[in-house]
T-cell receptor, first 114, second 115 residues
Framework: AQTVTQSQPEMSVQEAETVTLSCTYD???????LFWYKQPPSRQMILVIR??????QNATENRFSVNFQKAAKSFSLKISDSQLGDAAMYFC???????????FGKGTRLSVIA | GAVVSQHPSWVICKSGTSVKIECRSL??????MFWYRQFPKQSLMLMAT?????????EQGVEKDKFLINHASLTLSTLTVTSAHPEDSSFYIC???????????FGPGTRLTVL
């Protein structure tokens, strides 16, 4: 069974600064995918970034990047130049290949201080 | 990405009544849809996998006779909460897989309050 662990219930960051959200996972599969989703107060799930486990290169999407350490089963999210709109719940998630569901961590609530 | 809608967005019902929640894919055909439940200040937990034309697959601890799922077409899955009780009050979210990109497209969710 897959598990995803987020050990930081809450984090805060000053506007324009950088913050890193931690995530570890466990899976017995060799083919899997990792994601970070953002859930703002509207509760609409928004994909932030995705990483294929077979790719060694860390994924980046503008101000968002990941540090994927496959051997350590770690998948942290770095947000650079934090903006007030980044304030939200962030969920780390994993899934196996195929039409399989996501398994979510417990989430990290990020506050951005002006 | 695919546009996924849910209806209603918010429903309040009396204890003992049944509530139907619709999940529609507006531009993408899906043989599989997922139903998640999110209690306040908690994460999303998978309830069941909805399969077009066949029976849904339920996660352990989810009562299939209480949470009826129907996936009658490639663009519509419904979740009916039967004989709802206050402990069923939650945020229900559907999603469908994107295929090759392995991400999921989420509906906006339905907030259910059972009085």
């Amino acid at each position: 069974a897959q598990t995803v662990t987020q050990s930081q219930p809450e984090m805060s960051v000053q506007e324009a600064e950088t913050v890193t959200l931690s995530c570890t996972y466990d899976t017995s599969e060799s083919d899997y995918y990792l994601f970070w989703y953002k859930q703002p107060p509207s509760r609409q799930m928004i994909l932030v970034i995705r990483q294929e486990a077979y790719k060694q290169q860390n994924a980046t999407e503008n101000r968002f990047s990941v540090n994927f350490q496959k051997a350590a089963k770690s998948f942290s999210l770095k947000i650079s130049d934090s903006q007030l709109g980044d304030a939200a719940m962030y969920f780390c998630a994993s899934k196996n290949s195929g039409n399989t569901p996501l398994v979510f961590g417990k989430g990290t609530r990020l506050s951005v201080i002006a | 990405g695919a546009v996924v809608s849910q209806h209603p967005s918010w429903v309040i019902c009396k204890s003992g009544t049944s509530v139907k929640i619709e999940c529609r894919s507006l531009d993408f055909q899906a043989t599989t849809m997922f139903w998640y439940r999110q209690f306040p200040k908690q994460s999303l937990m998978l309830m069941a996998t909805s399969n077009e034309g066949s029976k849904a697959t339920y996660e352990q601890g989810v009562e299939k006779d209480k949470f009826l799922i129907n996936h009658a077409s490639l663009t519509l899955s419904t979740l009916t909460v039967t004989s709802a009780h206050p402990e069923d009050s939650s945020f229900y979210i559907c999603s469908l897989p994107s295929g090759g990109r392995h991400e999921q497209f989420f509906g906006p969710g339905t907030r259910l309050t059972v009085l």
